[in-house]
């Protein structure tokens, strides 16, 4: 089995908030590319998911999580 990587915790945070991605980058001071790999469930560092979660005051586990392909 193949684990990856799931943002939609992240991507419905932001719809819940009003918040669109461009905004995401300037409050959590993270780049296009981080963004766009985010949205590709593509991998970033801890460091981009830590400042995603001090600009929205959550825990990693509120943005994203682990899903299991049954490959």
């Known amino acids: ?3 990856e990587i799931s943002y939609n915790k ?3 945070l932001l719809i819940d908030r009003g918040i669109k ?7 959590s001071g993270i780049s296009a590319a981080s963004i ?3 949205g590709r469930n593509g ?9 995603v979660c ?3 005051n959550c825990k ?3 943005i994203c999580e682990i899903v299991r392909n049954g490959n």
Do not use: C, G, P, R
């Open 1 to 3: 089995m193949n684990n």
């Open 10 to 12: 992240l991507w419905k």
């Open 21 to 27: 991605k461009k905004e995401l980058q300037e409050i």
């Open 36 to 38: 766009a790999k985010l």
């Open 43 to 51: 991998n970033v560092t801890v460091k981009v998911l830590v400042k």
């Open 54 to 56: 001090q600009a929205f």
């Open 60 to 62: 990693i586990n509120d």
